[in-house]
Protein backbone atom coordinates (compact mmCIF):
# COMPACT_ATOMS: atom_id res chain seq x y z
CA UNK A 1 0.00 0.00 0.00
CA UNK A 2 1.48 3.06 -0.71
CA UNK A 3 2.73 5.65 1.80
CA UNK A 4 -0.48 8.15 3.06
CA UNK A 5 -2.92 5.85 1.63
CA UNK A 6 -5.70 5.22 3.90
CA UNK A 7 -6.40 1.45 5.39
CA UNK A 8 -8.67 -0.79 3.89
CA UNK A 9 -10.16 -1.20 7.89
CA UNK A 10 -9.61 -1.03 11.29
CA UNK A 11 -9.61 -3.71 13.76
CA UNK A 12 -12.30 -2.98 17.09
CA UNK A 13 -10.21 -3.74 19.82
CA UNK A 14 -13.01 -4.67 21.83
CA UNK A 15 -15.38 -7.14 19.57
CA UNK A 16 -12.46 -7.55 17.14
CA UNK A 17 -14.71 -6.77 13.86
CA UNK A 18 -12.93 -5.32 10.83
CA UNK A 19 -14.43 -1.55 10.12
CA UNK A 20 -13.64 1.52 7.95
CA UNK A 21 -11.66 3.56 8.85
CA UNK A 22 -13.54 6.77 8.24
CA UNK A 23 -16.01 6.34 10.82
CA UNK A 24 -15.19 6.89 14.71
CA UNK A 25 -17.68 4.35 16.47
CA UNK A 26 -17.91 0.78 15.90
CA UNK A 27 -21.24 -0.48 14.60
CA UNK A 28 -21.48 -4.15 15.98
CA UNK A 29 -20.65 -3.06 19.84
CA UNK A 30 -20.59 0.81 19.86
CA UNK A 31 -17.07 1.33 21.19
CA UNK A 32 -15.05 4.63 20.74
CA UNK A 33 -12.54 4.44 17.98
CA UNK A 34 -11.52 8.04 17.27
CA UNK A 35 -12.91 11.67 18.73
CA UNK A 36 -12.85 12.58 15.30
CA UNK A 37 -13.19 11.27 11.65
CA UNK A 38 -10.44 11.73 9.46
CA UNK A 39 -10.53 14.08 6.58
CA UNK A 40 -9.94 12.47 3.37
CA UNK A 41 -7.49 15.19 1.16
CA UNK A 42 -7.99 15.40 -2.19
CA UNK A 43 -5.01 13.11 -3.33
CA UNK A 44 -6.89 10.21 -1.44
CA UNK A 45 -4.70 10.81 1.45
CA UNK A 46 -6.11 10.58 4.69
CA UNK A 47 -4.82 13.49 7.58
CA UNK A 48 -5.57 12.76 11.03
CA UNK A 49 -7.75 15.49 12.62
CA UNK A 50 -5.52 18.69 14.80
CA UNK A 51 -6.27 18.85 17.89
CA UNK A 52 -7.21 22.70 18.63
CA UNK A 53 -5.33 23.70 21.57
CA UNK A 54 -7.26 26.78 23.12
CA UNK A 55 -5.73 29.78 23.64
CA UNK A 56 -5.75 31.21 26.99
CA UNK A 57 -7.38 34.78 26.96
CA UNK A 58 -5.38 37.75 27.23
CA UNK A 59 -5.26 39.07 30.80
CA UNK A 60 -4.73 42.63 31.97
CA UNK A 61 -1.58 42.94 34.15
CA UNK A 62 -1.19 44.63 37.54
CA UNK A 63 -1.78 48.69 37.30
CA UNK A 64 1.55 50.34 38.01
CA UNK A 65 1.73 53.26 39.63
CA UNK A 66 1.81 56.08 37.71
CA UNK A 67 0.50 54.01 34.77
CA UNK A 68 -2.75 56.54 34.82
CA UNK A 69 -2.58 59.53 35.51
CA UNK A 70 -4.49 60.52 38.42
CA UNK A 71 -4.46 57.26 39.54
CA UNK A 72 -2.32 55.42 41.95
CA UNK A 73 -2.32 51.27 41.23
CA UNK A 74 -1.67 50.37 44.65
CA UNK A 75 -4.87 52.01 45.77
CA UNK A 76 -7.21 50.89 43.61
CA UNK A 77 -9.26 48.77 46.39
CA UNK A 78 -11.93 49.93 48.92
CA UNK A 79 -11.17 52.91 50.48
CA UNK A 80 -10.93 51.92 53.89
CA UNK A 81 -9.67 54.73 55.44
CA UNK A 82 -13.07 56.90 53.97
CA UNK A 83 -15.47 53.92 54.78
CA UNK A 84 -13.99 54.11 58.21
CA UNK A 85 -14.70 57.87 58.27
CA UNK A 86 -18.19 57.61 56.83
CA UNK A 87 -18.98 55.08 59.30
CA UNK A 88 -17.62 56.81 62.38
CA UNK A 89 -19.76 59.91 61.22
CA UNK A 90 -23.26 57.58 61.35
CA UNK A 91 -22.37 56.53 64.50
CA UNK A 92 -21.95 59.66 65.79
CA UNK A 93 -25.33 60.99 65.28
CA UNK A 94 -26.70 57.61 67.25
CA UNK A 95 -24.18 58.84 70.06
CA UNK A 96 -25.07 62.06 70.42
CA UNK A 97 -28.65 61.27 70.72
CA UNK A 98 -28.40 59.53 73.91
CA UNK A 99 -25.36 61.67 75.42
CA UNK A 100 -25.00 65.55 75.89
CA UNK A 101 -23.35 66.61 73.46
CA UNK A 102 -21.74 69.65 75.90
CA UNK A 103 -19.44 66.16 77.26
CA UNK A 104 -18.17 65.16 73.96
CA UNK A 105 -18.33 67.90 71.25
CA UNK A 106 -17.30 71.32 70.88
CA UNK A 107 -20.56 72.75 72.58
CA UNK A 108 -19.39 75.14 74.66
CA UNK A 109 -16.43 76.05 76.95
CA UNK A 110 -13.83 73.14 76.56
CA UNK A 111 -12.19 73.44 80.25
CA UNK A 112 -9.47 72.02 78.86
CA UNK A 113 -10.71 68.94 77.16
CA UNK A 114 -9.44 69.58 73.80
CA UNK A 115 -9.93 65.81 72.76
CA UNK A 116 -13.44 67.23 72.02
CA UNK A 117 -12.39 68.76 69.09
CA UNK A 118 -11.48 65.57 67.58
CA UNK A 119 -14.71 64.22 68.37
CA UNK A 120 -16.91 66.99 67.92
CA UNK A 121 -16.10 66.46 63.88
CA UNK A 122 -17.99 63.14 63.53
CA UNK A 123 -20.96 64.24 65.57
CA UNK A 124 -24.43 65.73 64.15
CA UNK A 125 -27.30 67.08 65.68
CA UNK A 126 -29.37 67.16 62.07
CA UNK A 127 -29.83 64.43 59.65
CA UNK A 128 -29.86 67.16 57.06
CA UNK A 129 -26.24 68.75 57.57
CA UNK A 130 -25.05 65.12 58.41
CA UNK A 131 -26.05 64.11 54.61
CA UNK A 132 -24.79 66.78 52.96
CA UNK A 133 -21.26 66.59 54.99
CA UNK A 134 -21.18 62.42 55.02
CA UNK A 135 -22.08 62.49 51.63
CA UNK A 136 -19.14 64.90 50.36
CA UNK A 137 -16.37 63.21 53.16
CA UNK A 138 -17.46 60.33 51.27
CA UNK A 139 -16.95 61.46 47.47
CA UNK A 140 -14.26 62.86 47.42
CA UNK A 141 -12.08 60.71 50.44
CA UNK A 142 -12.76 58.09 48.12
CA UNK A 143 -11.42 60.46 44.98
CA UNK A 144 -7.78 61.48 47.07
CA UNK A 145 -7.52 57.90 48.33
CA UNK A 146 -7.59 57.02 44.94
CA UNK A 147 -4.72 59.45 44.31
CA UNK A 148 -2.52 59.69 47.41
CA UNK A 149 -3.68 56.76 50.13
CA UNK A 150 -5.37 56.51 53.00
CA UNK A 151 -3.14 58.24 54.75
CA UNK A 152 -3.51 61.48 53.42
CA UNK A 153 -7.44 61.35 53.76
CA UNK A 154 -6.85 60.71 57.61
CA UNK A 155 -4.75 63.35 58.07
CA UNK A 156 -7.02 66.20 55.69
CA UNK A 157 -10.03 65.27 57.96
CA UNK A 158 -8.53 66.07 60.98
CA UNK A 159 -6.97 68.97 60.23
CA UNK A 160 -10.20 70.77 58.72
CA UNK A 161 -12.72 68.85 61.24
CA UNK A 162 -10.98 68.97 64.41
CA UNK A 163 -8.16 71.69 63.35
CA UNK A 164 -11.32 73.54 62.37
CA UNK A 165 -13.24 73.12 65.25
CA UNK A 166 -9.96 74.18 67.64
CA UNK A 167 -10.50 77.24 66.16
CA UNK A 168 -13.49 77.78 66.91
CA UNK A 169 -13.09 76.83 70.26
CA UNK A 170 -10.10 79.63 70.47
CA UNK A 171 -11.86 82.35 68.75
CA UNK A 172 -15.55 82.22 69.92
CA UNK A 173 -15.95 82.60 74.01
CA UNK A 174 -18.81 80.25 73.63
CA UNK A 175 -17.71 77.97 70.61
CA UNK A 176 -20.14 75.65 69.13
CA UNK A 177 -18.69 73.51 66.03
CA UNK A 178 -20.29 69.65 65.38
CA UNK A 179 -19.87 67.85 62.34
CA UNK A 180 -17.82 67.74 59.66
CA UNK A 181 -18.15 70.80 57.02
CA UNK A 182 -14.57 71.55 57.68
CA UNK A 183 -13.55 68.12 57.02
CA UNK A 184 -15.88 67.73 53.96
CA UNK A 185 -14.29 71.17 52.54
CA UNK A 186 -10.68 70.24 53.72
CA UNK A 187 -11.35 66.77 51.52
CA UNK A 188 -13.12 68.88 48.71
CA UNK A 189 -10.17 71.79 48.21
CA UNK A 190 -7.53 69.43 48.34
CA UNK A 191 -9.18 67.15 45.56
CA UNK A 192 -10.11 70.31 43.44
CA UNK A 193 -6.88 72.46 43.54
CA UNK A 194 -5.05 70.28 41.49
CA UNK A 195 -7.80 70.38 38.50
CA UNK A 196 -8.03 73.79 38.98
CA UNK A 197 -4.42 74.48 38.13
CA UNK A 198 -4.35 71.96 35.19
CA UNK A 199 -7.67 74.12 33.72
CA UNK A 200 -5.74 77.24 33.96
CA UNK A 201 -3.17 75.42 31.75
CA UNK A 202 -5.77 74.59 29.33
CA UNK A 203 -4.72 70.83 29.98
CA UNK A 204 -7.36 67.77 30.40
CA UNK A 205 -8.21 67.43 33.99
CA UNK A 206 -10.58 64.23 35.20
CA UNK A 207 -13.58 65.98 37.40
CA UNK A 208 -16.57 67.62 37.46
CA UNK A 209 -15.20 71.28 39.06
CA UNK A 210 -18.67 72.79 38.21
CA UNK A 211 -20.90 70.49 40.76
CA UNK A 212 -17.59 70.30 43.05
CA UNK A 213 -18.05 74.32 43.09
CA UNK A 214 -22.19 73.56 43.76
CA UNK A 215 -21.32 71.36 46.83
CA UNK A 216 -18.69 73.53 48.49
CA UNK A 217 -20.81 76.61 48.67
CA UNK A 218 -23.66 74.38 50.05
CA UNK A 219 -20.63 73.12 52.78
CA UNK A 220 -20.28 77.00 53.40
CA UNK A 221 -23.78 78.03 53.46
CA UNK A 222 -24.90 75.47 56.58
CA UNK A 223 -24.14 77.36 59.09
CA UNK A 224 -26.95 79.82 57.91
CA UNK A 225 -29.02 77.05 58.32
CA UNK A 226 -27.48 74.91 61.15
CA UNK A 227 -26.56 77.07 64.22
CA UNK A 228 -24.44 74.05 65.42
CA UNK A 229 -21.95 74.01 61.99
CA UNK A 230 -19.44 76.32 62.29
CA UNK A 231 -18.60 79.01 59.80
CA UNK A 232 -15.14 78.94 61.08
CA UNK A 233 -14.55 75.39 61.16
CA UNK A 234 -15.41 75.32 57.27
CA UNK A 235 -13.67 78.29 56.18
CA UNK A 236 -10.39 77.02 57.85
CA UNK A 237 -10.98 73.66 56.57
CA UNK A 238 -11.28 75.47 52.89
CA UNK A 239 -8.37 77.36 53.35
CA UNK A 240 -6.22 74.34 54.76
CA UNK A 241 -7.69 72.09 51.74
CA UNK A 242 -6.60 74.41 49.19
CA UNK A 243 -2.72 74.89 50.52
CA UNK A 244 -2.94 70.77 50.64
CA UNK A 245 -4.04 70.95 47.03
CA UNK A 246 -1.29 73.31 46.18
CA UNK A 247 1.44 71.01 47.96
CA UNK A 248 -0.06 67.55 46.30
CA UNK A 249 -0.40 69.09 42.94
CA UNK A 250 3.21 69.24 43.12
CA UNK A 251 3.15 65.19 42.91
CA UNK A 252 0.91 65.25 40.00
CA UNK A 253 1.79 67.87 37.70
CA UNK A 254 5.02 68.59 36.28
Same mark, same amino acid.
Given at each position: ????????????????????? %? !?????????????? @??????????????? +? +?????? =????????? !?????????? +? #?????????? *???? %???? *??????????????????? =???? *???? %????? %????????????????????? #???????????? @????????????????????????????????????? =??? =??????????????????????????????? @??????????????????????
Amino acid at each position: MAQGAPDLFVVCKKCGSEVSP %Y !ITECPYCGTRLRKR @APRIERDGTVAEPKI +R +RRVAAP =RLGRLRPGE !IPGIRGEHLG +R #PWATIALVAL *SLFG %YLLL *SITNRGDVAVAGPLHGEWW =RVVT *SPFL %YANVW %YELVSVVAIGVFGWLLERRHG #PVTVVLLFLAGG @AGGAALEAVIDPFPVALGGNGAALALLCAWAVPDLIR =RSR =REDYEGDLLGTMVIAIVLLLIPLADREASAI @AGFAGAALGMVAGLLLSRRRIR
